[in-house]
T-cell receptor, first 115, second 110 residues
């Protein structure tokens, strides 16, 4: 089954304790992305990756890191989480059509609470 | 100015009604447009892409107006199962950044 998986699905942590949210896709997609969703603000792009070893900042990259060492995986790293990073996080992937990334497929989301 | 703006609603409509959502975008060079559906606390899922010529999928019709920089979604004969939040999405002219609207909430009432 074609899918994007994220782990963990729920996480409660404390300020400053490093964490990683994993994302994996089995569709051989070149493009992967991370979003956060907050009430009233919608989904905002954190980082995206066009292929292995190629990553770029989205609209809200501060406080986050990513890596793309393998095509299927795109982990999101919070080196020193703060309460304002409490949010619902989605990973997504898509293929490329010509120059443009195509329809995105989303993971089930990770609900993160930073105390 | 936000890249993408939507009326948040909520829209409460009776079953069988026709409802329309609009979404405006700020970057005239944007090239790809989508409507996604999101059920409460779930991941967004593609409803339909929006093409320049307009496109229809069953009860759903999407339109793009480049001159006025808006996209629209029309839902005919609303079903209870259409209750969800509808997100418009614009792919920036670089092709690699996506901008989401904040979503329009629809509740279809029996």
């Amino acid at each position: 089954e074609a899918q994007v998986t994220q782990n963990p699905r729920y996480l409660i942590t404390v300020t400053g304790k490093k964490l990683t949210v994993t994302c994996s896709q089995n569709m051989n997609h070149e493009y992967m992305s991370w979003y956060r969703q907050d009430p009233g603000l919608g989904l905002r792009q954190i980082y995206y990756s066009m292929n292995v070893e190629v990553t770029d900042k989205g609209d809200v990259p501060e406080g986050y890191k990513v890596s793309r060492k393998e095509k299927r995986n795109f982990p999101l790293i919070l080196e020193s989480p703060s309460p304002n990073q409490t949010s619902l996080y989605f990973c997504a992937s898509s293929s490329f059509s010509g120059r443009m990334s195509d329809t995105q497929y989303f993971g089930p989301g990770t609900r993160l609470t930073v105390l | 100015r936000k890249e993408v703006e939507q009326d948040p609603g909520p829209f409460n409509v009776p079953e069988g009604a026709t409802v329309a959502f609009n979404c405006t975008y700020s970057n005239s060079a944007s090239q790809s447009f989508f409507w996604y559906r999101q059920d409460c606390r779930k991941e967004p899922k593609l409803l339909m892409s929006v093409y320049s010529s307009g496109n229809e999928d069953g009860r759903f019709t999407a339109q793009l107006n480049r001159a006025s920089q808006y996209i629209s979604l029309l839902i005919r004969d609303s079903k209870l199962s259409d209750s969800a939040t509808y997100l418009c999405v614009v792919n920036a002219n670089t092709g690699n950044q996506f901008y989401f609207g904040t979503g329009t909430s629809l509740t279809v009432i029996p």
